[in-house]
């Protein structure tokens, strides 16, 4: 069975600081991965998607993350904070199952920039 | 521009009603979804539709109902068998349900009782 545990229900950054927000996932064969972010009462926006390519994977607004298959990690990262950032963040492993995409979705981690 | 359109917004129910959320899409797209999102929660699968006059029970469907009589549509229905309604609920759609292109979204229905 899939799983994704994100590691950080808040993570709080200064704008223009780098940011790591932490995912960890179980799969028991070779997954595929998303990032997606939330704005407040709005559907949610992919940033990028690992299929199985390359590792590091680039995103939209600077977003990149890394499959780590060794640590079983995809954490998000960005070299520089703004405050447009400022949202809810979801890890989503995808699964194959009996002919449909089943998505299996973290809890989500909120990410506030101050200025 | 296309995209996945939900309506409305916001919405109310009363006690032993029957709400229906809609749920439009000009993607193109095969499979629909919906989801129910609670604080601090994932997202939770309700119903999936792979093809018109298709669908299948998600993880939390008792309460819920669907139909997809049109490629473009799929309509949720919570009924008064479903005792804690109030949630934002989400639709999505990709390509093929078999495939692992990622879900399109709306900007979903914030359902609350009055």
């Known amino acids: 069975a899939q799983s994704v545990t994100q590691l950080d229900s808040h993570v709080s950054v200064s704008e223009g600081t780098p940011v790591l927000l932490r995912c960890n996932y179980s799969s028991s064969y070779s997954p595929s991965l998303f990032w997606y972010v939330q704005h407040p009462n709005k559907g949610l926006q992919l940033l990028l998607k690992?299929?199985?390519?390359?590792?590091l994977v680039k995103g939209i607004n600077g977003f990149e993350a890394e499959f780590k298959k060794s640590e079983t990690s995809f954490h998000l990262t960005k070299p520089s904070a703004h405050m447009s950032d400022a949202a809810e963040y979801f890890c989503v492993v995808s699964a194959l199952n009996t002919g449909f995409q089943k998505l299996v979705f973290g809890t989500g981690t909120r990410l506030l920039v101050s200025p | 521009d296309g995209g996945i359109t939900q309506s409305p917004k916001y919405l109310f129910r009363k006690e032993g009603q029957n709400v229906t959320l809609s749920c439009e899409q000009n993607l193109n797209h095969d499979a629909m979804y919906w989801y129910r999102q609670d604080p601090g929660q994932g997202l939770r699968l309700i119903y999936y539709s792979q093809i018109v006059n298709d669908f299948q029970k998600g993880d939390i469907a008792e309460g819920y109902s669907v139909s997809r009589e049109k490629k473009e549509s799929f309509p949720l229905t919570v009924t008064s068998a479903q005792k804690n309604p109030t949630a934002f609920y989400l639709c999505a759609s990709n390509l093929k349900a078999g495939s692992n292109q990622p879900q399109h979204f709306g900007d979903g229905t914030r359902l609350s009782i009055l």
């Open positions: 690992y299929t199985s390519a390359a590792t």
